[in-house]
């Protein structure tokens, strides 16, 4: 192969996440969810090599399945970008036995601005 297209594999290669590579053996998917009678929140939640994705979103929102070395903390924050409405944040954790599911529901303010904000946040791996 030629050097310069080798180099381009290369760096396609780097640039998947974690969210887009294959499973390992001490990984365990999760997959990020907001849901509530809210129109849009703000979001934001763990990637899993620890950088963290913000981004406005219309509801419901799940993201793509992520796998997360074992263990590893996981966690979403979602704000609500409207003057009402409810938001619910889940952290799906697939790689258990059983799915588990952690989340925060939130009705109105939880801050001390006009908007809710909800978290959720787990160690990926960890009973």
């Given at each position: ?22 499973r ?30 913000e981004?406005?979103?219309s ?59 909800v978290?959720?946040?787990?160690d990926?791996?960890?009973?």
């Amino acid at each position: 192969m030629k050097p310069l297209r080798m180099l381009g594999w290369l760096a396609l290669a780097g640039a998947l996440s974690s969210c887009d590579r294959a499973r390992e053996s001490n990984t365990c998917s999760v997959q990020y969810r907001v849901t509530g009678t809210a129109r849009r929140a703000a979001v934001k939640y763990r990637l899993p090599q620890g950088t963290i994705e913000e981004r406005t979103v219309s509801l419901p929102f799940t993201t793509a399945r992520c796998w997360f070395h074992i263990p590893s903390p996981a966690s979403i924050e979602a704000r609500n970008m409207g003057a009402s409405g409810d938001l619910r944040v889940e952290i799906l954790v697939a790689g258990q036995p059983d799915p588990l599911v952690f989340g925060s529901h939130g009705i109105g303010s939880y801050t001390t601005n006009a908007y809710g904000i909800v978290r959720a946040n787990c160690d990926v791996g960890v009973r």
